[in-house]
């Protein structure tokens, strides 16, 4: 198994992405600490570049590349946002971009992803596996694999956020991250043990693809299959080898959240604090209006992942 990446790689990766990612803001609204009698931080990732967290880990990546790689392009697979972010940092950098992307693909991530440049790969993501189709095309063509989560550098990248919200806030007493492979929530870990280590880690998946909480529970990576869920960027099957061990040693534990608390937190988000945000990116904050009565009187962080939504879904979803 590769070497999973340490707090030291999510500062190095601080370095590579300073001037290319946006420092992005952290919010409050004393409706929700009033509402959740607590005192709760936002890290507004759609306010990233392509508009979401994934970014930070595709830049860190690519920045690593050698001559020869970035020669040859780069391929991943995506659902959206970790599409968009290769694709978009492979134009600032000068790489070639194949995405292998499902044909139910959000459109507007499809679109944003064609119009950064890259060349996009179709599949169905009920009867293909993308990561045997990835793989294939990176040996065929000399591509360089840069998978959606499971990736030192990603993780290193994506764990940036956090550190950006710590060195912004101060220590907290409960962090929550939203959960799909496993990407942002073991980089977050990496760095809320280093800059608060009291602080207790929470994932957040969707209740219809609970394979993380499984598989803390089981101390094994639990596969299932492609979860029906509105939050499109945690339809993911498995966590990662790399992501799984930093999340089984470093995470307190798993919540789930359903469509329908999703959608809540979606009208929370649009109303009071005046920001646009995709259902996956609701998963933290949903969990932690539930969970409002165990958090009274603490500073809780919560990772809002991205706001990549297509805005007529959005539209329906809200009313």
Do not use: W
Request: include cysteine; aromatic fraction near 6%.
């Amino acid at each position: 198994m590769p070497t999973p990446p340490t707090y030291t790689d999510v500062q190095a990766a601080a370095e590579r992405i300073r001037g290319h990612a946006n420092r992005t803001p952290v919010l409050t609204s004393r409706r929700v600490n009033s509402e959740l009698a607590a005192s709760v931080f936002f890290k507004c990732e759609n306010f990233q570049r392509m508009g979401a967290f994934k970014f930070r880990g595709a830049f860190n990546a690519l920045s690593r590349f050698d001559e020869e790689q970035r020669r040859n392009g780069v391929i991943t697979y995506s659902s959206g946002n970790h599409a968009q972010a290769i694709a978009l940092s492979a134009r600032i950098l000068g790489v070639p971009a194949t995405i292998v992307m499902p044909h139910d693909a959000p459109a507007s991530k499809v679109a944003a992803t064609r119009g950064y440049g890259a060349t996009i790969v179709v599949y169905d993501r009920y009867t293909e596996n993308r990561e045997e189709i990835g793989q294939t095309l990176a040996a065929e063509h000399g591509m360089t694999l840069v998978p959606p989560y499971d990736h030192a550098d990603v993780i290193a990248g994506q764990g940036t956020a956090t550190k950006e919200l710590f060195e912004e806030v101060g220590e907290l007493d409960a962090l929550y991250v939203c959960l799909g492979g496993g990407g942002l929530l073991s980089g977050a870990a990496l760095a809320a043990r280093a800059l608060s280590p009291s602080c207790r880690i929470y994932g957040v998946e969707p209740k219809a693809g609970d394979d993380g909480l499984q598989s803390l529970r089981t101390g094994s990576i639990v596969h299932i299959d492609t979860p029906a869920t509105i939050a499109d960027g945690a339809q993911t099957q498995h966590l990662g080898t790399l992501t799984f061990e930093i999340i089984r040693r470093e995470v307190d534990d798993i919540h789930t959240a359903t469509d329908e608390e999703l959608v809540e937190a979606m009208r929370v988000f649009a109303a009071t604090l005046k920001i646009v945000v995709e259902p996956t990116g609701c998963l933290a904050f949903a969990a932690v209006r539930r969970l409002a009565a165990e958090l009274s009187g603490q500073r809780v962080g919560v990772i809002v992942s991205g706001g990549n939504v297509d805005l007529a879904r959005y539209a329906s979803l809200l009313a």
